[in-house]
């Protein structure tokens, strides 16, 4: 049986939830970021009190995320024999230079990316996607149009998802890479 249909693992949420005052509980993961966050509620499904395994990200990120894959798909065809540029550390912690065809293939994908971007090739929108076959609750992934995701973002997505007053903007966004300062 799924544990978060569990009611003792719910009441155990809840009860949790009760004490930390929140209607939610992050889950530790070292992705969690400002623009990334897994969490924990409680809420309903066909009837029945479940918990939501959640992955809330901006839409940025989420533009990001599908670019960069496009652009790994377009590499894959260049160069047959790419699997993933895997970035590997000596015993110092310090990154080992990459072989001159990663560093090729890197280019590649850089060069993707930016002429993806350029003529905006790909377009994202604000999404809920639900997974019932989830192996801990129901799994949710959702995307939303904020620059990040902190305290006030979740409460108020959870707060509307449960009362079913969550509107999603069906708009069609795309965005740039910021320049990071060197």
């Known amino acids: 049986m799924n544990p978060g ?6 009441e155990a949420l809840k ?22 966050v897994n969490f924990y509620f409680l809420g309903m499904y066909e009837g029945k009190e479940v918990i939501y395994d959640a992955a809330l990200y ?4 989420h533009h990001s995320s599908e670019v960069y894959e496009l652009a790994e798909h377009e590499a894959a065809k260049k160069f047959p024999d790419f699997n993933g540029i895997r970035y590997e ?9 990459l072989t001159s065809e990663e560093e090729e ?14 003529e905006e090739t790909v377009k994202v929108q604000e999404f809920v996607d639900l997974d019932t076959h989830h192996d801990y609750g129901i799994g949710l ?20 998802f449960n009362d079913d007053t969550l509107i999603l903007d069906d708009t069609l966004y795309t965005f740039q890479s910021e320049e990071e300062d060197v």
């Open 15 to 36: 009860a949790e939830l009760k004490s930390l005052n929140q209607p939610y509980k992050l889950i530790p993961d070292q992705e969690n970021s400002d623009e990334y």
């Open 141 to 160: 992934d959702a995307a939303l149009n904020v620059e990040f995701i902190d305290d006030a973002v979740i409460r108020k997505f959870v707060q509307e």
């Open 89 to 97: 550390e000596d015993e110092n912690g310090n990154l080992l230079p």
């Open 5 to 10: 249909f569990d009611p003792n693992t719910i």
């Open 105 to 118: 293939v890197g280019w590649f994908i850089t060069e993707i990316i930016m002429e993806i971007e350029e």
């Open 58 to 61: 901006t839409l940025r990120l």
